[in-house]
């Protein structure tokens, strides 16, 4: 039985057996047939996100590189209209999409560099005064037409047009052209400067006012009251110009100083008839400043002027010889941390020591004669300042032969004291009121003066 059975079994076992590889082999084969699937899927899925991920890649650079251009015509657009006259009607051109070509430029404005800028003054005034300017005069002192007073009435004053520019890098260029009341034309200045020399030193050349005292080289315009001191009026004409050559040095000081002289020509009072060949007058000053501290400075000055005259004439008096001027001059500028917009003050003073040496109307002289003045303006609010100024003379007593001459000074002291009211609509217009009670003159005279200013065109910077 049992071998019976244990035959009976075996074929049995062995046939279960097969049906089970048989029945198993298609679930084995099934799975790997899935993973190949996938793994196919996921090459092709690779390659997709391969292939976006280049063309977001190309697409990135293609932008960076659209930006980089679109940066670099906007730089070079600005660049052009910086140097290129762009016309005033001319809309801006729309932004490029795409780097394009630049337009043609025009005129660099570059070009226009060595051009003039021209400059219009207007100066004008009302006067009233008690006492005729025409027939006044200031005992002890020869009086020249120019240093009267301010003609009664309406006038233009000393108005002006000027026209400036930098010839080339090392030369800068000057006219200044001044109409009279009489409409009368006439170069109150002309010349040119260098700019390139180095080492601190300016040449100068042509006709201009003289670099001594304070406001001698300084334009009637710019002055702080609308007529000049009695001293500059009776020792230089109002202010001393004439045609020569000046040279300057700035030292390189940790303060301001400066050196100077003047070669003229001698034309101007008090010189006359160019002495010694049209070289009849020479001048020599020296100016130093600094800062006290945050809120106020200093500037002083000395002076010299030596002038030759051939029959200077003046109103008929006739003078032959030789005169020599010393001025001294101090400054002293406040403004509260330096800033001057609000309030500042402005206090000046000069001394004027001169000598004549020589043949006046046939008598020989051989005098001194001296004056000095001090004045100060402070602006107390925007665009509003008040002034005060005060001027004497002195003359050294004469030859008893020129009792009565101009020269005789009758025992007086000339001087005068004047008082302003100002109103500045901008540093290009400005409206003031000054009074002058004048007691130069044998009679005592009491003047009122409105005057306007104002300048069209570029104006340039107001000196120390």
Not at 143 to 152: C, I
Not at 193 to 208: A, D, H, N, S
Not at 392 to 404: F, H, K, N, S, V
Not at 425 to 438: M, V
Request: overall charge negative; charged content about 20%; some cysteine.
């Amino acid at each position: 039985m049992f071998g019976d059975h244990y035959r009976t079994k075996v074929p049995i076992g062995a046939l279960a057996g097969a049906s089970l590889l048989c029945l198993s082999a298609p679930a084995l084969a099934a799975p790997a047939d899935d993973l190949a699937t996938i793994r196919d899927e996921i090459m092709k899925l690779r390659q997709d996100y391969e292939m976006k991920i280049k063309d977001l890649e190309e697409r990135l650079q293609k932008a960076q590189a659209d930006a980089d251009a679109a940066k670099a015509a906007a730089a070079a657009a600005q660049a052009a209209q910086s140097t290129v006259a762009a016309a005033p009607s001319a809309a801006p051109p729309p932004p490029p999409t795409a780097p394009e070509p630049l337009p043609t430029p025009r005129a660099p404005a570059a070009l226009n560099a060595l051009n003039p800028v021209i400059a219009a003054v207007l100066n004008g005034m009302v006067t009233t005064n008690s006492r005729n300017p025409d027939t006044a005069r200031i005992p002890g002192f020869s009086l020249p037409e120019e240093a009267r007073n301010v003609p009664r009435g309406f006038s233009i004053g000393e108005s002006e047009v000027a026209l400036s520019a930098n010839i080339d890098p090392f030369l800068f260029g000057s006219l200044n052209l001044s109409f009279g009341n009489d409409n009368s034309l006439s170069v109150e200045e002309g010349y040119i400067q260098t700019t390139g020399l180095g080492g601190g030193f300016t040449i100068k050349g042509g006709r201009f006012f003289s670099g001594i005292g304070y406001i001698n080289d300084r334009h009637a315009h710019d002055w702080s009251f609308s007529d000049a001191p009695l001293p500059y009026r009776v020792f230089l004409n109002n202010q001393y110009g004439d045609d020569g050559i000046q040279a300057r040095w700035l030292a390189p000081t940790n303060i301001f100083l400066e050196f100077g002289t003047e070669w003229f020509r001698g034309d101007a009072f008090p010189a006359a008839g160019a002495a010694n060949g049209g070289k009849g007058t020479v001048t020599a000053f020296v100016h130093a400043g600094s800062d006290i501290n945050d809120s106020s400075s200093w500037l002083a000055g000395l002076s010299y002027l030596h002038a030759r005259s051939n029959a200077r004439d003046v109103e008929g008096d006739s003078f032959t010889g030789k005169d020599d001027l010393g001025i001294a001059s101090a400054v002293y500028k406040w403004a509260p941390g330096g800033n001057p917009v609000v309030r500042n003050l402005v206090v000046s003073a000069e001394y004027f020591f001169g000598h004549e040496d020589g043949v006046f109307n046939g008598v020989p002289v051989d005098y001194d004669h001296t004056g000095w003045y001090a004045q100060a303006v402070y602006q107390f609010m925007p665009r509003w300042s008040a002034g005060v100024r005060y001027a004497q003379l002195r003359t050294e007593d004469l030859d008893p032969l020129l009792a009565g001459s101009t020269l005789d000074d009758l025992g007086r002291i000339p001087r005068a004291v004047t008082g302003l009211l100002e109103y500045d609509t901008t540093e290009f217009g400005r409206f003031r009121l000054q009074y002058t009670h004048d007691m130069s003159d044998i009679k005592s005279a009491d003047q009122l003066i409105f005057q306007y200013t104002v300048i069209y065109g570029p104006h340039g910077a107001h000196r120390y």
